[in-house]
Nanobody, 133 residues
Framework: QAQLVESGGGLAQPGGSLRLSCAAS????????IGWFRQAPGKEREEVSC????????YYADSVKGRFAISGDNAKNTVFLQMNSLKPEDTGVYYC??????????????????????????RGQGTLVTVTL
């Protein structure tokens, strides 16, 4: 059974760091484009960053450029999101998703995936990130 499981969320202070993991089972991540999305309380889900590990292409939302870094480890079948210089506005539930078809490029997944969430091939359950003093 195909599954994505996020981990690594927790509590961090402003300026701090967290590293999120998105582990896949039942399918191979390098056949898919993988994206991180987040949803803050009372707000809609938004894109954070996407990666295609087959060609190393990446995409970052403007709000996280220079602070977050997405990477993949095909041997571990896992994608990571290193989050540095965290801000309170980074608080939210972080989800990873994978798609190899209609949203199989980093641009299409990141720019349209949040609006077509239920259509994405695989979706995780999320991990909570809270940035506060």
């Amino acid at each position: 059974q195909a599954q994505l499981v996020e981990s690594g969320g927790g509590l961090a202070q402003p300026g701090g760091s967290l590293r999120l993991s998105c582990a896949a089972s039942g399918f191979t991540l390098d056949d898919y484009t993988i994206g991180w999305f987040r949803q803050a309380p009372g707000k809609e889900r938004e894109e954070v960053s996407c990666i295609s590990t087959s060609n190393n292409s990446t995409y970052y939302a403007d709000s996280v450029k220079g602070r977050f870094a997405i990477s993949g480890d095909n041997a571990k079948n896992t994608v990571f999101l290193q989050m540095n210089s965290l801000k309170p506005e980074d608080t939210g539930v972080y989800y990873c998703a994978a798609d190899g078809l209609a949203f199989g490029s980093v641009q299409s997944l990141c720019l349209m995936g949040h609006a077509h969430w239920e259509l994405l091939e695989e979706r995780g359950q999320g991990t909570l990130v809270t940035v506060t003093l």
